[in-house]
């Protein structure tokens, strides 16, 4: 995956385990986690590539037949696929298994009967993503997507009408309403949750890491 200048580690919005408890808390506080999950199949459909979607469908079978990082590196051959569409069959493929990985330990902790087993095998899985690739890669990888499907046009528009804080706010109640904007506002939304999502998870699990064996 190409590194990108707009989502380098040093752009970040999150730089700290404390920032990053702090996003996760307030996603899992909002009932993120659906929405986060829905963004990512609307971007499948959107995209509208058969070999794509099959690949997406066979992922379970392909991460257990090869590396993840041969997968995110498009090191395989399936079907035709390009090394393009089984990148991104990994890259989507690794989000949602993160989204899953959290907000599942996160519903077990709300329940008094809390599996400890289905805790640690969803940190051992969602660590085994984190040391394949990194948070930058993901978000600029995801970017590049996004981009192809709304425009350069586009973006540069949205940047432009981001610099309103409450840009937002009057897209979705409809005041000052930009025909234009409205046709990708959702997915441009749910860009920022995802992004917020990726860089938190990948600080929360690496310190986590750290944190266990330290005890060890």
């Not at 940047?159 to 309403?177: A, I, R």
Request: hydrophobic letters at 40%; one cysteine or more; glycine letters at 4%.
């Amino acid at each position: 995956m190409k590194d990108n200048k707009h989502f380098s580690k040093e752009k970040q919005l999150v730089q700290t385990r404390e920032q990053a408890e702090i996003a996760l808390g307030i996603l899992v506080q909002n009932s993120q986690g659906e929405d986060l999950e829905i963004g990512i199949f609307r971007l499948r459909d959107q995209l509208n590539n058969p070999k794509l979607s099959k690949l997406l469908d066979n992922y379970p079978n392909l991460i257990q037949e090869y590396e993840l990082e041969e997968l995110l590196a498009g090191n395989i051959d399936f079907k035709n696929a390009s090394t393009q569409d089984v990148k991104t069959a990994g890259l989507l493929s690794c989000i949602l298994l993160l989204i899953h990985f959290y907000f599942n330990d996160k519903s077990n902790n709300r329940v008094e009967s809390k599996f400890e087993t289905d805790e640690l095998d969803n940190f051992n899985s969602a660590q085994y993503i984190i040391n394949a690739t990194t948070s930058e890669e993901c978000i600029n990888e995801l970017f590049l997507l996004i981009l192809s499907i709304v425009g350069i046009d586009y973006f540069k528009k949205y940047q432009e009408n981001m610099k309103d804080p409450d840009f937002v706010l009057k897209q979705t109640l409809g005041f000052d309403s930009d025909p234009d904007m409205d046709v990708h506002i959702d997915m441009m939304v749910w860009f920022a949750l995802v992004r917020l999502f990726i860089e938190a998870i990948f600080i929360y699990y690496e310190s986590d890491y750290e944190t266990k064996n330290d005890q060890l």
